[in-house]
């Protein structure tokens, strides 16, 4: 089975990482690792300091809280995008303002300026699956109404524009670190923010934060064992598929998104901190992240060599994309039948707003505000791009898609 999801960067050196671990609690809450983490992606980014959270939600969540965006303000987000997004907006009391996307699935600067108004505060730019956002025009309009400018880099470790990493242009930017994102570690993120004074007032919101609890920890660390199993019997007389399942309806292992922020309410991990034994995984996967973002590059450069007659997510220099997005019509269709061939493809935006669940008015979006964004989710088909494809992989894909389109 190819696999384009399930913790697709989980390695058997981070299995082994995770399951040795589980037999160490009382490394799992504190310790140096935190640190060390925070220090290596400040030196990774040149960047004065890095601050580490339980998610990147969390990390917007204390940016928000710094830079004194309050009740009554707005803040501009893209459509195309997670829950996991307006949430933080809400939390702090703020409004979320939807502007629509171009082809390259990033946010469309001609849409935003129509949504800027006088309570504008604050801009939040989403490089989508690790393709860069038109940062010179946006980071522009933003200087032009004085908006604070944000960048979403949770799917875009690795990704460069015009040179520079993504996340050191804006203001202050957040990473994430969850099971399917550039760098695994099941949950976890990063907030940076370019002026020192930001940097040290993240730093002590973050500090006020909570500790997980050790039933949350071990969960975590059970998770890329438990996939890991059922990636290998997931064909097995659906063996893999039954255990993942089973795992999350118990809850022995967690869920990416929790139902509360399907309307944008707080989690069970609202305002919590990095556990130190994540810190230990994220640590380990830092030091992979250039190879990660070279197979990233050289996938998509053979899906577009095998796949040209296709329309695809435009891509741009510097980009080290996450997933390869295909528009095509009948997407669930095209879906079903990969995985009846063994392989699971991805629906990574299915709807303006994901997971299909949220309750769009409940997050403050209105259906028919972004067209581009619902156009382009409906047609939304995601091809893996992880290190752990080889490129017999990539072909048999390709090849799969070329039939199953009769192209």
């Known amino acids: 089975m190819i696999f384009t999801s399930i913790s697709p960067n989980a390695e058997s050196d981070d299995v082994r990482r995770a399951a040795g671990l589980l037999f160490k609690p009382w490394t799992w809450r504190h310790g140096e690792a935190v640190s060390e983490l925070e220090r290596a992606f ?50 702090v009391g703020a409004l979320p303002i939807y502007v629509d996307v171009g082809d390259d699935l990033c946010m469309d600067p001609t849409d935003l300026r129509k949504k800027i108004t006088s309570r504008s505060k604050a801009l939040v730019i989403q490089h989508t699956f690790g393709v860069p956002a038109r940062m010179g025009e946006i980071i522009a309009f933003a200087h032009e109404y004085g908006l604070i400018v944000i960048e979403d880099c949770a799917h875009s470790l690795g990704t460069t524009f015009e040179c520079k990493p993504v996340g050191t242009m804006g203001d202050a930017a957040f990473f994430s670190f969850g099971r399917d994102k550039s760098l695994s570690c099941v949950f976890g993120g990063i907030a940076v923010a370019r002026d020192p004074q930001r940097a040290a007032q993240v730093r002590s919101i973050r500090d006020s934060f909570s500790d997980l609890p050790s039933g949350t920890i071990f969960k975590y660390l059970l998770h890329p064992i438990v996939t890991s199993f059922a990636k290998k019997t997931y064909r097995f007389l659906s063996l893999g598929k039954a255990i993942m399942a089973a795992a999350l309806r118990v809850g022995l292992i967690p869920r990416a998104v929790e139902s509360a922020e399907l309307s944008g309410g707080r989690p069970s991990f609202f305002a919590t901190k990095m556990p130190n034994a994540i810190a230990i995984l994220a640590l380990h996967q830092l030091g992979k992240t250039e190879r990660y973002a070279a197979a990233r590059k050289n996938a998509a450069k053979l899906y577009a060599k095998g796949l040209p007659d296709i329309k695809h997510q435009k891509l741009s220099d510097g980009a080290a994309p996450l997933r390869y997005v295909l528009f095509v019509e009948r997407a669930p269709e095209l879906i079903k039948a990969a995985r009846r061939a063994g392989i699971e493809l991805g629906d990574w935006y299915d709807r303006a707003i994901a997971p299909a669940k949220t309750r769009l008015a409940a ?28 490129d017999s992989d990539i072909q048999t894909i390709i090849s799969f898609i070329r039939t199953a389109l009769a192209l």
Not at 364 to 390: F, I, K, N, Q
């Open 42 to 91: 400040a030196g990774k980014l040149a960047v004065p300091d890095a601050v580490a959270f339980q998610s990147g939600r969390n990390a917007l969540y204390a940016i928000l809280k710094a830079f004194g965006v309050h009740e009554g303000d707005e803040v501009l987000i893209q459509a195309y995008t997670c829950v996991a997004v307006p949430e933080p907006v809400m939390w």
């Open 363 to 390: 997050v403050g979006y209105a259906e028919g505000s972004c067209t581009a964004a619902e156009r382009y989710a409906r047609m939304s088909v995601d091809l893996p791009t992880h290190a752990l494809l080889t």
